[in-house]
């Protein structure tokens, strides 16, 4: 177990620096100026941007729509007020950052006080537990154990403890974009899916953390 933080930043996607650079290619670089192991970017189909415009996904390539991203890296260390003030130093009013604590690794401390958790999985689509059935055996496995409300997203973009940014372009088709499987599960459940998942965060990172299901118990 390692307490750590998820830092998210919401951002439009062709996003512009005062000196003319695409602030996500920024993000990611000094991420890894910083050190930080691992970040994932997802593309919205709808959103709105700072300056209260809807964006939607309407023409090809999507690029082209400046929808907004989201933007996830996890962070553990006692440089985390650091990398908080440099990230707002070069994201300014152009982005928002929030951060959510919570653990890494399949063997947590219990929140004495809570009933549930998000467990949140990053990976890569090419994570070899996936193949050859893609996604839908670990899907079929957590469904068999009764666990509701299960997603999985696919990244645009990402990079892990290699270090090398894999994304998708127009000209060229990636099989190694980020994967994130994300769901709720109770406290008796929550050593069972993390011992699950754990296969797959040999490739990838498990990051869990306490929540309030307003509407449950389900």
Sequence with gaps: MTEATLIRVVTDEVMQTPTHQELVKQIFAYFWQRGIVGGTIRRTIMGVNKYNEMRQSLRKPRRGNDLPVIIETVQSGDNLQAILAELTQLID????????????????????????????????????????????????HLQAMHVRWVSVTRGIAGYDDGRHVHEETAAHKSSHLPIVIETVVDRASLQAVLATLKPLSEDGLLFTVPVALVNGPY
């Design 93 to 140: 009013d152009r982005g928002q950052i929030t951060t959510v604590q919570g653990q890494t690794g399949s063997d947590i401390e219990m929140d004495d006080t809570a009933a549930y958790y998000d467990v949140k999985l990053f990976t890569r689509e090419d994570n070899k537990h996936f193949a050859p059935d893609h996604y839908t055996k670990i899907v079929a």
